[in-house]
């Protein structure tokens, strides 16, 4: 969890701070929330697989909890592929922004390894 909230961190940083590319609103809330969800699914299915594994051995009567866990985020996966998959029109409609925000994101990558 400390890991998830790291990286949300650092995104809200480079999204907010770093980032000099002005795009148009939706193209910002697509790019976050995806950059969110690969944040939470991942941290979620580790969490299920600690779980599962420290579950099974100390208290195996608590497995369908952990379960639940790993379903919900096989769900929130599922649901951002639906979202993805919806967007796509709106992608082609604004272009322009789609592009700014990749050179924006080279912009990152290039100020990230001068600085390392």
Known sequence: MAVAALELGQMILEEE??????????????????????????????????????????APEYLPYVASIGVVAALLLAAWGVFIRLNRAAEALEPDAIQAAKRGDRKIEKTAKGDA
């Open 17 to 58: 701070v770093h980032r000099q590319a002005q795009m148009s609103a939706p193209t910002r809330v697509r790019r976050f929330l995806s950059r969110f969800m690969v944040v939470l699914v991942v941290a979620l299915s580790i969490e299920t697989l600690v779980l599962a594994f420290r579950m099974s051995h100390d």
